[in-house]
């Protein structure tokens, strides 16, 4: 197991560092503090462009016949944001098909699709809502017809824009909920105004928290993603390092093989940044991060900042496969890694330039590098509470892409600098 | 007797620059080594090539009759040049990082570190990390990281370069008991005369990367140096190509060179012919300002063979 005794060298000597390794956190927290109090104030009150696709075919209650899903989209085209004048959102219903068209052109920032059963979901609640309010023990009896019903959201999660309109929509949609429950069980114990349209009109009012999403909670993940790249300078660094001083030369004429010294160093630099990830999350909720998603999310965004730290540590190695000494490798992983993260998406979002479509997914020139997806990922699921069935697409296309990066710079770092110089 | 060691017309080109130039020679299995040469002479090349770091470009070494690139690694042990050592690890986890990597196993490889550790009176710091060790610390480490694994070859890259003399006699020792008492097979490149003098069986004396002369250091100066040295300072140095040209003229002197401004002559019975020579200097208008007499060293032979012009 030699690769271990390579990890556990490596990280004494990371650790036994305490000036490097405070600077290799440092940096990061200084930028998510900076791009908080920048861009953590207030989103704008500016109008969302929001397509509705409403397929609901409508129900009966009371022997009326209802269809919630207008009620919704009305709702929708009315609502505007708290002490404003401003719309929340300009509505438009064009066809499932070209709405999805304008979200690729980004002519509009999202799509709310309607299904068919919701006004029979509705009526559901509702009456399940007077079940249980007559009788609060008939709960999951048989006599309640349960019918559940999905509202899409379908947006792109690497946009902004979709970030903001989402969050509000979100927010809205669970008010909608629990204005019909909290009306329905007012009309029963005989508050006025029992009418079924009436319970509705009471949640088209008080829209608080539209302004809570900001520029800083789109940003976060890109920032914890942007010091995960950047730490493929320190590991170039650190390896050039050893080169540059003869222990390279050392290990190399001994029994280790070039997988235990890279292998070695993988897990080290995984264990910084489970640190990074779990400190920076910290210090950007610490200053107003809208972190949604529970405990297993940071799990989960471990998991993910971890693939993208092996990419980060594959990128190193292939930077000090060029690099002759310590400063070239800072100069050139810098080089590297700041329009690296750029590219990814770390600061803001890049214009379309598709080169195709993979897995049925339009895929981007800069879909290519491992940590677009690590970004995408964090953002699914720190910012927009996603779980894991939201980010498998994106987890498996950057460790497919990580695994590649990793071959390669094993291939390049082994040719040029594990074997005899010729 | 069995030779452990065998270069054969071993050529290294650097784009066009010959580093090694042809060079073939045989190591005998349990003896000292020296190998002398001036700065830039090829000593360093010559060793990574003789290890496994560095390909020839032509010729090859074979190693208990085997191509270096294919024996066991075990076999040979490094101590470079300069010190190669982390700087954020224990000496005791620098030794067992070592150990494990040339796979020693854990009981034995804690006995190993332990002798090592204090045949080189590093016991005391055993738990102190390389950064705060002195230089003569880091440099006994450094040889003890090449000795981890027990190789039976050592190689020895200017082993005494910037220690003290009290650790210089520590590690002189430690040479002669890898020899004496364990039966290794030490390879050493120096600079320094005395170095190579009190610890090779044999010196090879190597100079543009081309073998000039090899065999023991009794052999090098009884063929090259018999005699003895005298020494001259003259009162106007400018004279002294005039002197030595003046000099030669004398009988049964076996040369006249100059060596850092100073006439360096040398005779057998150099005292006998001492009024001959002051005679001489004297008749070209030049006066003697110093004059020492000394048995010929390994120094002389290595002038005499490699000139006296500064190497960079």
Redesign the interface.
Known sequence: MKFLSIAIKDLKEILRDRRGFFFILLFPMLLIVVFGFAFGGSGGNTPHNLAIINYDQGSELNNQSVNFGNNLTQMLENAKYSNSNVYLFNVTQPSESTADQQLKQEKIDAELIIPQNFSQATVSLINNTILETTNPLSTGSSMNSNITSTLIIRGDTGSMNFGTTQGILVGILSQYKDGVVTSTQNSVRGTPGAQPTEYLSSTVEPIAGTANFTTFDFQAPGLIVFAIILLATTIATSLTRETERGTLARLKLSKMRGFDLLFGAMIPWSLVVVAQVVILLIVAKAIGFSWQGGINSILLAIFVGVIGGIASISLAMIIASFAKNDRQAANLGTLIAVPTSFLAGAFFQLPQASIGTFLGQSFQIYDILPWTHTIDALRTILTYGGGWNDISYQVGLSVLLTIILFVIGVAVFSRTRLRAES | MDYIISAQKITKDFDGFKAVDGLSLQVNKGEVFGFLGPNGAGKTTFINIM?????PTSGQILINGEDV?KID??L?G?C?Q?L??????TCK?SL???G????VPKKLLKQRVDKLLKDLLLTDKADT?VIKLSGGMKRRLNLA?ALV?EPEIVVLDEPSEGLDPQSKRVLWNYIKSLRDDEGKTVILTTHLMDEADKLSDRVAIIDHGQLIKLDTTENLKKEIGEGDVVEMKLSKPQMNKEVIKSLKSIQQIISVLEVDGLINLRAMDAVGKLPQIMEKVESTGVQISDLNVRQNTLEDVFIELTGSSLRE
């Open positions: 290890v496994g770091l560095l390909k690139q690694k075990g040979i490094i470079p300069e190669v050592l982390w700087d954020n690890l986890e067992t990082l070592m494990d990597m040339y796979e990390v990281l694994h």
